[in-house]
């Protein structure tokens, strides 16, 4: 299956990962400062927390002019980059920040802050296409907001 993200009904979701959902929303608000207290308030262990906390983000039908934070580590070859953002360009999507590190054994890694606009194709099949590309081995949301 060549599918990585997925749009499911809350009814088909483990309750443990609507629980992570529910923590990162009592850590976001500050109603709670630890993870631990997120965690205890809904009744999982933090290793649970830990495990999926980068896997599942509630979804928005209002998601245009929402900002996607993802870290990709990709070859430090000519072009991957200027690849990287045609894919982004191609998707309508608005670079807001860019920060590539230094090569460390011929790997770079790139921290992209991405606006959804209006005007956005479908930013889950942009994600998947990045990830996909050439010389990309790693990414990885990081935040939605």
Known sequence: ??????????????????????AKRLLESEKVMTVQEATEA???????????????FPFHDNAR?????????????????????????????????IHQTIPINGIASLTLSIEILTSTKDSSEMIEKI?????????????RE
């Open 65 to 97: 002019g929402k900002t996607i934070t993802f870290v990709l580590q990709m070859e430090d070859e000519p072009g991957i980059l200027s690849t990287v953002l045609s894919t982004i360009a191609e998707y309508h999507a608005n670079i807001l920040t």
């Open 42 to 56: 809904v009744d999982i262990s933090r290793s649970s927390f830990y495990k999926y906390k980068d896997d599942i």
């Open 1 to 22: 299956m060549s599918d990585k993200y997925f749009v499911v009904k809350q009814k088909a979701v483990p309750e443990v990962l609507l629980k992570v959902v529910e």
């Open 131 to 143: 990830e996909g590309l050439q010389g990309i081995h790693y990414l990885k949301i990081l935040s």
